[in-house]
Every structure is written in C-alpha cells, then in structure tokens.
C-alpha cells in the first residue's frame, strides 16, 4: 500500500526532489515548511510513507522540495512557480494541496495563479502577510544559521513549535538534535528564510476560488493563531479549524489532523 519511491525531476529551472508514496486513486500533493532549506526530501519516501500512512489507501501522495539551487532573493511566489512547473512535468493537475508554515505561503500563491491546478487547498500554520512575530524569528533563525549552528536552529525551532506537554518529553531527546543532517551550506535556508518576510498575498487571497480549508494553533509562536484567522477571513467560504493550546507544530501533535485532512480532500469529486 505505501508503494514508496524518491525522485528528482529536471526541470528547465533546475533540479527538484520529490517522493512519492500511496496508492490512493486521488492525488494529494504536500508543500513542507522552511525546513527544507536544511535538507530536501531526498531519501525520505519510505518515512514519510509510514508517518503519514494513514492517507496512503486513498490518496497518491506527493511530497516536493524547492528546486536544489535557489538563487538569491527568490520569492514564494517563484517557488511556486516552480511547483506548477513540477506538477506539468509529472501530468498533475486539479490536486489536494497541503502547504505547512512556508509551504503554505506557497500554496497560497499556487492556488491564485494557477487555480486549475488546485482542487482543494489546506493552508497550515501560515500567514499572508508578515507580522512582528514572524519577523523576529527569521532575523534569529537568519542569525543562527550564519553562524552555521545547525543544532542552534533545531533548539530553537523545538522551543516554539511545541506545547508544554510535547516540550517535556521532546527535551529528553535535546542531546541529539543537530547531531546528524547538518548542510555543507546554509544558503537554501537563508534564502527561505528571507522569502517568508517577504511573502504578502493578503489583498490577493479573494481570488482563490477552490473550497478551502485553514488550519492553526492558538498558542503559534512562529506565525500566529491570528495569520491563520485572517487568512480564513479573506479566502471566500474558507473553514478555518483552531487547536486549542496548540502551536506551529500541531500537524505533528494533534493526533486526528491527518482525518481532518483526509476528510476534506475526500470531498473532491471524481
């Protein structure tokens, strides 16, 4: 049923990583966060696969990575070009799409400028516009990985996106993060980094037409519960589902958000 594979597509614009995994007749398509910048998808088929197993019977699912070499000041909105470009590669079009944190904010523009690509759109722990929140994490984040401390990066990610409950047990495990994946460069990072300040869609999120789901964490120390409020606010008939005391890293803690997920993809219509 998992039917795992790793792929690397070229491009015109360059080489992209992707996996692969499902056998589901519907094809649901993940967009991962800023993390990418650290280390793509390369590999990791067969452990996403099992983390997310519960969509392999009805979905095929693909997981894309942003293109291996970013150039400097590449914004979300290229990023999804990029992603359009993959999907036309790949024959994919009118997907399920599932954007996390900055994989969101790609998904937002992929929906407004490629509309017939989207059927659903499931927008998690993202914003449309900066905020003073956001902002004062990328400039710590940026900081850290000039320094070229992987470990600091992953501490300090650990610290926000996780609820007090997680963050005691997860800071048993602390003595490991950073011990292993550690980029020769930091550049596809910072590069992500600086195009989450960057990203603006809000006066453009009315366009999006595909029905809409909105998923955040009150307790966001990354984004905000309210980036996502106001995303919901401007997507025309957008469902917007709040966790309760949870933060940026809900799609890993709460345990029924892949049936959320799984749920609202499966409206689509054959």
Not at 1 to 23: Q, V
Not at 49 to 61: I, Q
Not at 143 to 165: N, P, V, W
Request: with cysteine; aromatic share 8%; proline share 3%.
């Amino acid at each position: 049923m998992l039917h795992a594979k790793n792929g690397r597509l070229t491009l015109s614009i360059g080489e992209m990583d992707y996996i692969r995994f499902g056998s589901g007749s519907r094809t649901l398509v993940m967009l991962p966060g800023v993390g990418d910048g650290l280390k793509t998808v390369r590999g990791m088929a067969l452990p996403f696969a099992l983390m997310y197993r519960k969509l392999s019977r009805d979905f095929t699912v693909y997981v894309f990575s942003r293109r291996v070499r970013l150039a400097t000041g590449m914004t979300t909105r290229d990023m999804a070009e990029d992603v359009s470009l993959a999907l036309e590669a790949l024959g994919l079009s009118g997907v399920c799409l599932v954007g996390v944190s900055q994989g969101g904010m790609i998904a937002q523009w992929l929906a407004i400028d490629h509309p017939d690509k989207v059927g659903r759109l499931i927008l998690t722990v993202t914003l449309s516009r900066p905020n003073p929140t956001v902002r004062d994490v990328i400039s710590r984040w940026s900081d850290i990985a000039q320094r070229g401390d992987y470990r600091g990066i992953m501490l300090d990610t650990a610290e926000r996106s996780y609820s007090k409950k997680r963050l005691k047990k997860a800071r048993l495990s602390y003595r490991f993060l950073g011990s292993f994946g550690k980029p020769k460069s930091f550049d596809r990072f910072l590069i992500q980094a600086a195009s989450c300040v960057s990203h603006d869609t809000y006066e453009l999120l009315p366009r999006i037409s595909c029905p809409t789901l909105v998923i955040g964490g009150t307790d966001d120390r990354i984004v905000t519960g309210e980036a996502s409020r106001e995303i919901a606010c401007q997507i025309p008939g957008a469902t917007l589902y709040m966790y309760e005391g949870l933060g940026h890293g809900l799609y890993e803690e709460a345990t029924d958000f892949l049936d959320r997920v799984r749920e609202f993809c499966l409206w689509i219509r054959e």
